[in-house]
């Protein structure tokens, strides 16, 4: 069993705290008044890997709360609100994991009947090299939140198939 800490990024409202308790319910929601304020937490097994999820608050003024939790983190899912437009909230985030050098996948959130932001996503973020899948699906009703889980997996995998040999040619070079 291989551990991951996949932190869950975006902003206020978008359904962060709906997707960790739809993984893992009953999942810890720390908030007030409905805003998460310090984190989520739940974890789940999924292939062979035990999946440490952490979600972060969206507002800005705790924006220090997520820079805290991201720390170290493996993986990065950014839930994209998809029933409102994307704004200056959303360009910050997309800096703050373009900044970092971990992997991210997008799960771009339709609530039903109000969706607003009809660009495709990639025409919103681009293609950073970060960027490793995109699934548009239901944070509440769980659409799509299996492939979401399974593409988390693949990404890891990806990741320690890397490093594996990375460390091959390192003791090559030694050797
Ligand atoms: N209909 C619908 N509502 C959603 C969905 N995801 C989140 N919501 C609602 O959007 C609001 C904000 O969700 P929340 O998970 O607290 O957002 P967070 O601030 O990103 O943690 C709540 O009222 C949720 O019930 C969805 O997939 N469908
Ligand atoms: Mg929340």
Redesign the pocket.
């Known amino acids: 069993m291989k551990l991951a800490k996949i932190v869950i990024v ?10 960790v ?1 739809n993984i893992i319910p009953g999942a810890l929601n720390i908030e007030r008044k ?3 304020i310090a984190l ?1 937490y739940g974890n789940k097994l999924h292939g062979d890997y035990k999946l440490h999820l952490f ?1 972060t608050p ?1 507002q800005s003024r705790f924006r220090i709360v997520r820079d805290i939790v991201a720390r170290g983190m493996n993986l990065a899912i950014w ?1 994209l609100d998809y029933s409102r437009h994307f704004d200056e909230r959303d360009e910050e985030i997309l800096k703050f994991l373009t900044g970092s050098n971990v992997p991210f996948i997008v799960f771009a ?4 009947g109000v969706q607003k932001e009809r660009r495709q996503v990639t025409r919103l973020i681009g293609e950073p090299p970060q960027l490793r899948k995109i699934i548009i699906g ?4 769980g659409f799509r939140v299996t492939e979401l889980l399974d593409g988390i997996v693949t990404v890891l995998a990806s990741l320690d198939d890397h490093k594996r040999k990375e460390e091959v040619i390192t003791r090559e070079s030694e050797s």
């Open positions: 975006g902003k206020d409202e978008a359904g962060k705290s709906t997707l308790q409905g805003r998460t989520d979600g969206g839930v959130n339709i609530k039903p239901s944070a509440k009703s």
